[in-house]
């Protein structure tokens, strides 16, 4: 017994007529009739009753084509799975960061969690400002790109899904005095520290905008090297600290107060309207739903 005797089976039960039945699998009338009296033989029972021009199943027959027919399926679903899981491990997933994204506190574990659940998909991360990760994107060179919402300025040859809200937070000493924050900061020292490949000139100005923004003037802002040194800071001096509360970065440490702050940005995925990537889809759907959590 064969899977060609079968198909061949499979093919008259359906049709009850050998001619349009060897129609059907491509093979020749006389080979149906050899490969079903052999698959006859072979089993010990007649699957047909043949009178004049009118073809039935026996009962034998009734039974192995239901057998059979299940049996085709779970072959048809085993190799579609095989298939899909081969697609899969050739997928190569090339995603780009804007430099206002934290890779590794805003994206990190979402991302981690992602890529253990398409163990077999390449992927490859890059981090550059806005305009080139665009251009890249234009190019074919990225599949999409994570950039924060506020930022996004493009044209309709472009789809975009938001993904999650910022959460800054303003954390002072404990006892600062009241449930608002005081504008100039209770006169504490505020930290902060350059991101990326600006100066502390640079980051300066950008901190000083986005204090504003805030109605925040602090007397005193102290740059310092790294976010290692803020962490160790925060513990050994009363100090002001702006931070974004999705990271965890603050919420362990003990002697500070929590200010939420109103954020209207996020993080979003940008990427062609007419990519097929099929990474896309779940990609966002899982950084959506890990966010949610």
């Known amino acids: 017994m064969n899977t060609t005797q079968i198909e061949c089976f499979l093919a008259v039960a359906q049709t009850l007529n050998f001619t349009q ?33 009118e073809i039935k199943l026996t009962a034998a027959g009734i039974y192995y084509r239901d057998l059979w027919n299940g049996w085709l399926n779970r072959i048809r679903l085993t190799v579609a799975s095989c298939k899909q899981m081969r697609e899969r491990m050739s997928l190569t997933l090339r995603v780009g960061i804007s430099i206002w994204i934290d890779p590794f506190g805003e994206i990190d574990s979402g991302f981690s969690s992602f890529r253990k659940s398409h163990p077999y998909t390449t992927f490859k991360v890059r981090q550059y400002h806005n305009r080139p990760l665009i251009a890249q994107l234009d190019a074919g060179e990225l599949d999409m790109v994570l950039m924060p919402s506020d930022q996004i300025l493009l044209d309709n040859s472009y789809e975009t899904a938001f993904l999650t809200h910022d959460r800054m937070c303003f954390y002072a000493p404990a006892d600062v005095p009241g449930d608002s924050i005081d504008p100039d900061c209770w006169g504490l020292p505020f930290l902060e520290v350059p991101s990326w490949d600006w100066n502390s000139l640079e980051w300066k100005r950008i901190a000083d905008r986005e204090m504003s923004s805030l109605d925040i003037e602090p007397r ?49 995925c940008v990427w062609k309207k007419y990519s097929e990537h099929p990474l896309i889809p779940p990609f966002i759907s899982h950084m959506q739903s890990w966010y949610a959590d």
């Open 21 to 53: 039945a060897a129609k059907s699998i491509f093979i020749s009338q006389q080979a149906i009739s050899k490969y079903i009296s052999n698959l006859e033989e072979e089993l010990g029972v007649r699957l047909f009753i043949r009178r004049h021009n």
């Open 220 to 268: 005193r802002i102290i740059t310092l090297p790294n976010f290692h040194s803020l962490l160790a800071m925060v513990q050994l001096r009363r100090c002001i600290v702006l931070c974004d509360d999705r990271f965890g970065y603050l919420r362990s440490h003990t002697g500070l107060k929590r200010f939420p702050l109103p954020s209207d940005s996020g993080l979003s």
